[in-house]
């Protein structure tokens, strides 16, 4: 196990499931479940599934236009597994959810791709180019809304436009899993599913709703899908425990309401904070995820400190059809987590940044960029005084949480802090507990430490005059000697 997954708590921002509280329903349904008196829902069929029932009522919505299957991935299974073969075609989105492209080449299947548009950083599809491709007779088209990874809705109008220009034999299947956590570009999905016919809309519980490892999906129907992919009921029903928790979910719509609505405020704060760092872009979504463009040149040491302190992160190159566009290969996906977890994920950009923003501009200087054995960064420039004829060190340093610049003196040089976070300062074994804005001076002789706090990096600049690699010594009077990496 690595030192990281035990010292901290681990942070999913990779992936796109919550890490919010269910709900009082959730929680209640699941305690029951636990008395031996309930058991007898494990041991039966239900060949008339309850939640189908729920769903009707909630959509408005005959119960023979809904069916249940495990999670968005079955219903993306019941069609494909029909619909899909050497003879036929699929039309997905350039990007698109990958399991759609292996499922299609599992099947032999032709692949066509629509594009999207990118105006002024605001993302869309191109709906010229899907109805031009449509035109073509693709058997099945899939459209994602909103769209992975960018994470964009698809209009209304121009979700009509494009129904309008579907035949008789075609199905349209909207993917909305990540539905719900924007109160933009809603759709009117009943209007939608009784005028257009070929139209499934696909949805389920696994990303704002929390219960992903239940596996429950359902699609509402136009009139003519079932038809279209020749559907037949489960012989003997759907999981019971799945659907009491899911109906338990539709019973909590405040709940969840507010958890959109905390996500939303979260992306605020993720917006007004990363839009202050030099070169870093702040792209919001209607997905429960944010997109942030850093600078290429700090990309594998914020992939390495995120490993060393639990933050699971990921860029969006690792999708699969992104990878033919260069302008992305800086992006990451962030998905929104409670408070304590974006704060820290903040705070790693945040720290990264202001380690690296460091440029002398009219004087030949050294730089010198080097971690340290104890886990610290050091960005140091050397900078001679021509007139006196020695140097002065301008050190940068990037303490990562609970670790520490461990103690030690310098003999020939003064040295002054400025801190730019909290950290804790021990000097001649005095405990000094220091926030943004903090100076220290030290005498030569002084013995010191620095210690990050437990949940946040640790920045000071240090100022060495004058300056001298080799002048650094342990508390027993040892030298202590590090690599001179540059």
């Not at 209007?191 to 239940?214: C, D, H, Q, T, V």
């Not at 004829?389 to 400025?418: C, R, T, W």
Request: with cysteine; glycine share 4%; charged share 30%.
């Amino acid at each position: 196990m690595m030192p990281s997954e035990e010292k901290y708590e681990k942070i999913y921002a990779a992936s796109d499931e919550s890490r919010f509280e269910p709900s009082y329903e959730v929680i209640k349904v699941l305690k029951e479940l636990s008395n031996p008196e309930n058991f007898d829902i494990f041991r039966r069929y239900q060949k008339y599934p309850e939640l189908i029932q729920a769903l009707s009522k909630k959509y408005n919505l005959h119960k023979e236009r809904v069916f249940l299957e495990s999670g968005i991935i079955g219903i993306i299974h019941r069609v494909f597994d029909y619909m899909i073969n050497s003879g036929s075609s699929v039309l997905l989105p350039e990007f698109g959810y990958p399991y759609y492209f292996n499922l299609a080449k599992h099947h032999n299947s032709k692949i066509m791709t629509f594009k999207f548009n990118n105006i002024n950083d605001i993302f869309s599809y191109n709906i010229e180019d899907l109805i031009n491709k449509i035109k073509e007779g693709p058997n099945v088209i899939v459209i994602i809304d909103p769209e992975q990874p960018l994470g964009f809705s698809i209009k209304e109008e121009d979700l009509r436009k494009i129904l309008e220009n579907v035949n008789k034999d075609q199905l349209v299947v909207l993917d909305q899993a990540h539905e719900g956590f924007s109160e933009t570009n809603i759709k009117n999905i009943n209007n939608l599913l009784e005028e257009f016919p070929n139209l499934l809309i696909a949805r389920g519980f696994s990303k704002l709703y929390g219960i992903a490892g239940i596996r429950v999906g359902y699609a509402l129907c136009g009139q003519n899908v079932k038809n279209i992919i020749n559907f037949n009921e489960r012989y003997l029903g759907f999981d019971n425990i799945a659907q009491k928790l899911a109906i338990a979910i539709l019973n909590s719509e405040e709940h969840y309401k507010k958890i959109a609505q905390i996500i939303r405020e979260q992306k605020a704060i993720f917006k007004e904070k990363i839009e202050k760092l030099p070169n870093y872009k702040f792209f919001d979504t209607d997905s429960g995820s944010i997109l942030i463009e850093v600078p290429e040149n700090q990309i594998e040491f914020i992939e390495k400190e995120a490993k060393e302190i639990g933050i699971e992160i990921r860029r969006i190159k690792d999708y699969s059809n992104i990878k033919k566009y260069p302008q992305f290969k800086n992006w990451y996906k962030i998905t929104i987590g409670p408070k304590e977890h974006n704060d820290k994920i903040i705070d790693l950009f945040n720290s990264v940044s202001w380690l690296y923003n460091v440029e002398v501009n009219n004087q030949e200087v050294k730089k010198i960029f080097h971690t340290r054995e104890g886990g610290y960064t050091v960005n140091r420039i050397e900078i001679p005084c021509e007139k006196i004829g020695i140097l002065m060190g301008f050190n940068k340093v990037l303490v990562p949480p609970d670790k520490e610049v461990s103690a030690h003196k310098h003999l020939l040089q003064d040295e002054i802090f400025e801190f730019y976070s909290e950290a804790q300062v021990i000097v001649n074994e005095e405990v000094i507990n220091v926030n943004a804005g903090s100076i220290i001076v030290l005498k030569p002789g002084d013995i010191h430490s620095i210690k990050a706090l437990e949940n946040k990096f640790a920045r000071f600049t240090a100022l060495r005059f004058p300056y001298s690699h080799e002048d650094k010594y342990n508390v027993n009077g040892e030298a202590v000697i590090h690599e001179r990496k540059i």
